[in-house]
């Protein structure tokens, strides 16, 4: 077989399996837009219920380039907002947002291994009301970078 072929029926035996592992969950994400630095704007899935906040973009296959998930906290104070990982298929590129601006982005966070233990915790010591979730790279070639401005509108 091709590696392409073989590479994708991987993948996909990856999602299939996951999906029945995986417990169900009831999601219906809100819906709305990111805008950063004024210039760069992507559609984003918002986490409204405990379960989508645990779940996140968890056992998705992939994201579309325009997308992102956010998980507003805007309610609470600033906090440390701690994201691993788990159940993952695809790398992210996370931000982290307080009062309307990037404050920390970690880049080209892989997915971690069905089977890790002691999966590594991401965001230590910041303090954020929201974190977002974008396909990896994408902040180095848009050129997102830590202090600019954050804005978002639910639909």
Not at 74 to 80: G, N, T
Not at 100 to 120: D, Q, T, W
Not at 127 to 138: P, T, W
């Amino acid at each position: 077989m091709e590696p392409k072929i073989l590479r994708g029926f991987f993948f996909f035996s990856l999602a299939l399996f996951s999906f029945f592992l995986s417990p169900k969950i009831a999601v219906a994400y809100g819906h709305g837009v990111v805008v950063l630095d004024k210039r760069v704007s992507f559609e984003v899935l918002i986490c409204q219920k405990e379960q989508e906040y645990t779940l996140g973009l968890g056992n998705r296959v992939a994201l579309p380039k325009n997308q992102a998930m956010l998980f507003p906290y805007f309610e609470q104070q600033p906090e440390e907002r701690l994201f691993w990982m788990k159940g993952m298929l695809f790398a992210l590129d996370i931000l982290w947002i307080r009062d309307g601006r990037v404050v920390h982005i970690e880049k080209r966070l892989a997915p971690a291994s069905f089977l890790a233990k002691n999966l590594p915790l991401y965001g230590r010591n910041i303090l954020a009301d929201a974190v977002l979730e974008v396909n990896a790279n994408l902040t180095d070639q848009l050129k997102i970078e830590e202090g600019q401005s954050f804005e978002w509108k639910e639909n």
